[in-house]
């Protein structure tokens, strides 16, 4: 029986989920305006470093270094992509989320 995937918090599953829309470009920039986008919510820079170290700690994500550009002041940007653990965990609280919210679309759906 494989291990039960690890808890994602509100936040974690965002980063998640916004890592997995912008795919091979998912370095911090593009993540967290993906996430301010779809929530309409602001994200604090170092609220979002701090998740994806979190992340990667806990297997759901792995990160890779890029070439360093002139842009940058000749620094590497860091790229992060989901493994089969955070997959795993973002299956487990979407699933969790859609049962919590079962029965209750009539007031969710509502303006």
């Given amino acids: 029986m494989p291990p039960a995937p690890p808890y994602l918090g509100e936040f ?23 996430i301010e986008e779809r929530t309409g919510r602001p994200v604090a820079r170092g609220a979002l470093y701090t998740a994806l170290e979190r992340l990667e700690a806990k297997g759901c994500l792995r990160s890779r270094m890029g070439d360093p550009t002139p842009e940058r002041g000749g620094r590497a940007r860091r790229y992060f992509s989901v493994t089969p653990a955070g997959l795993r965990a973002l299956r487990s609280t979407h699933a969790a989320l859609n049962r919590l919210s079962e029965g209750l679309e009539a007031i969710l759906e509502r303006p």
């Fill in 12 to 34: 974690e599953y965002a980063v998640l989920l916004a890592v997995l829309q912008v795919r091979d470009e998912a370095y911090a920039v593009p993540v967290r305006e993906v």
